[in-house]
T-cell receptor, first 115, second 112 residues
């Protein structure tokens, strides 16, 4: 079946512009996560959605970052007024329930470059 | 603050030999540990996990060992195959948490 789909796969933007990154989770997966991987770093947790519960936004690095999940399915991560330090690979993952219940299934990521 | 550490950025092993990837953690509250494998331009894929109530979990060629007193875990791959060449990430979490803490990864190269 289809895996987690992310678009675009690559995005180059100018400093100060806003960007939107999209994630289509695996159908039926209620949990959705956003992570990012900066050069030479491990994966950094950003935000977590589970069903209709309020999202866990504890990993968002600043108020320029926001995410929403519409209809319990597709999610969009928005970065406003992008900065060069936002350059990273942004990974989306989904699972059937909490992490211990099933492992995360990751998409291929969006490579964001801020010039 | 890196709570999960993979101190070896790279490892090269001859095909057929054992690959040992190491991971250390600092948070004694972690009670579940996972290994993910990542090929270039792809997302990480789940490989194997272990609960803190165990010290070993085996799945085919892959075995994960957990030493809680040392806050150390390792992934053994035997025999290593060229297709195992990838970046391996160690990850850890606490009960009830929504967040997986990842290490920085170890790039494994299996030489034919």
């Amino acid at each position: 079946g289809a895996g987690v789909s992310q678009s675009p796969s690559n995005k180059v933007t100018e400093k100060g512009k806003d960007v939107e990154l999209r994630c289509d989770p695996i159908s039926g997966h209620t949990a959705l996560y956003w992570y990012r991987q900066s050069l030479g770093q491990g994966l950094e947790f950003l935000i977590y959605f589970q069903g209709n519960s309020a999202p866990d936004k504890s990993g968002l690095p600043s108020d320029r970052f926001s995410a929403e999940r519409t209809g319990g399915s597709v999610s969009t991560l928005t970065i406003q007024r992008t900065q060069q330090e936002d350059s990273a690979v942004y990974l989306c993952a989904s699972s059937t329930r909490g992490m211990k219940g099933s492992p995360l299934h990751f998409g291929n990521g969006t490579r964001l470059t801020v010039t | 603050d890196q709570q999960v550490k993979q101190n070896s950025p790279s490892l090269s092993v001859q095909e057929g030999r054992i690959s040992i990837l190491n991971c250390d953690y600092t948070n004694s509250m972690f009670d579940y540990f996972l290994w993910y494998k990542k090929y270039p331009a792809e997302g990480p894929t789940f490989l194997i996990s272990i609960s803190s109530i165990k010290d070993k979990n085996e799945d085919g060629r892959f075995t994960v060992f957990l030493n809680k007193s040392a806050k150390h875990l390792s992934l053994h791959i035997v025999p290593s195959q060229p297709g195992d060449s990838a970046v391996y990430f160690c990850a850890a979490m606490t009960r009830g948490a929504n967040n997986l803490f990842f290490g920085t990864g170890t790039r494994l190269t299996v030489i034919p």
